[in-house]
């Protein structure tokens, strides 16, 4: 009797790459905002009321540390833990996981093609598919728990197309103005979009839109704001304490997410924890180990090469930049500081690199392989208007690590900032 025939793993890679090429031209609009559409699929694939928990996890920065710190307690606390999220960074499997792994290539193209066979005329864009994709994935590997990050904005994201038994905003900025709005309120409606009613809503923004909390008590969404109804109480770097609504957890250890802002992300997710803690509950031990043991690649993520600090972070908007230039004025390097940076074209280019006036010695721009990508000239000509040391343009990130590389000398930084799509070509050229 012959052996049955199994996928290798280069032609499941190939057919998986095919997909994606096709996943770019199939939707008329790469950015669709809308629900119908995804909502339809789910209801053919039965998804629309999953047998999962799902927390939507939403906000103009943080979400990845939140969506990180979650999943990693919930593991620990010993259940079956999905996550989605986006964009990624050196492979798209990275976006759907499974108790702590990510889907394999073989798993992807049987979804896809399930989901080809299901969605009939309707189309869906790359986002969408991934989602729906997503979705289907972790009722087939029985997931407990689902923690979903929204890709952008929030009331018309797909993700939004689940109900949500929670939903945390992790904070309230300015950036994706062109689909989102040009003040904190307008993008704040948007992001609030995920609340439910009568069910939690965690406000991680200590200082969050006036519109946003009247929306929320209109909807009559459980509102639980940072600052009055949890808090993180420092005692010094080595410990913090957790202060909830009717809980108190002392003694934490500082996350191991670099970046002083991920105290506040952890009291959000415990705060959600809280929150959860009748339907799915943890015990204050998984918290402390998950807290320890998170990692998430390409945020304030340092590497040595050689003599050389490299540091990757995926800031790419004003709020984002901010605290990236903060974590490198507390810790200055001892030589010359390098950036390699890239954004797409959409972003405020002049905003993002304002908070490194001073900070970089020598700037290395690039651009993303892809149509949205902002031209290296046009950030030098930003960089030119903000006073900044000298400027290079590079073709690619992979040739701007390289040019790096060969010249930076021991006790020197490089800061690789931006686009996903320049931080995560840059650590494969790296072989991060």
Known sequence: MSEPVTQTDDSAAAALEDWLQRLE?????????????????????????PSYRVLTIGGTNGK?????????????????VAAYTSPHLLRFNERVRIGGADATNTELVALFE????????????????????ACLHFAQQDAQIAILEVGLGGRLDAVNALD????????????????LGDTREAIGLEKAGIFRPGRPAIMGDRDPPKAVLEYADTLGAQLWRAGLDFECVRHD??????????????????????????????????????????????????????????RLSGRLERAWIGAAEWIFDVAHNPAAAALLAQELTRRPAAGRT??????????????VLRPF?????????????????????????????????????????????VVAAAEVQPGDRVVVFGSFQIVGPVMAALKL
Not at 64 to 79: H, P
Not at 116 to 132: H, I, K, Q
Not at 338 to 351: E, L, R, Y
Request: with cysteine.
């Open 114 to 133: 399930e989901i080809d066979r299901a969605r009939g005329p309707t189309s869906l864009s790359y986002f969408e598919y991934a989602t729906v994709a």
């Open 25 to 49: 031209v199939l939707h008329p609009t790469k950015i669709d905002l809308s629900l119908d559409r995804v909502k339809a699929v789910l209801q053919v694939l039965d998804l629309e009321r």
């Open 237 to 294: 770097d080595d410990y913090w304490d957790y202060r909830g609504r009717c809980s108190t957890i002392a003694g934490l250890p500082r996350p191991s997410l670099p970046g002083q802002i991920q105290y506040d992300n952890a009291a959000a997710c415990l705060a959600a924890v809280e929150a959860m803690q009748s339907a799915m509950p943890v015990a204050s031990g998984a918290i402390a180990a998950a807290l320890q043991s998170v």
């Open 357 to 401: 006036v001073g900070l970089v010695d020598e700037w290395l721009t690039t651009q993303a392989e892809t149509e949205r990508a902002a031209q290296p000239q046009v950030l030098i000509s930003a960089l030119e208007a903000l006073g900044c040391g000298p400027a290079r343009p590079v073709d690619n990130a992979a040739l701007a690590s």
């Open 164 to 179: 949500a038994d929670l939903a945390l905003v992790a904070s309230i900025d300015l950036d994706h103005q062109h689909w």
């Open 64 to 80: 990845g540390s939140c969506v990180a710190m979650l999943e990693t307690i919930y593991r620990l606390a010993g259940y079956r």
């Open 338 to 351: 390098f950036a390699i940076v890239g954004f797409m074209a959409d972003k405020d280019i002049s905003g």
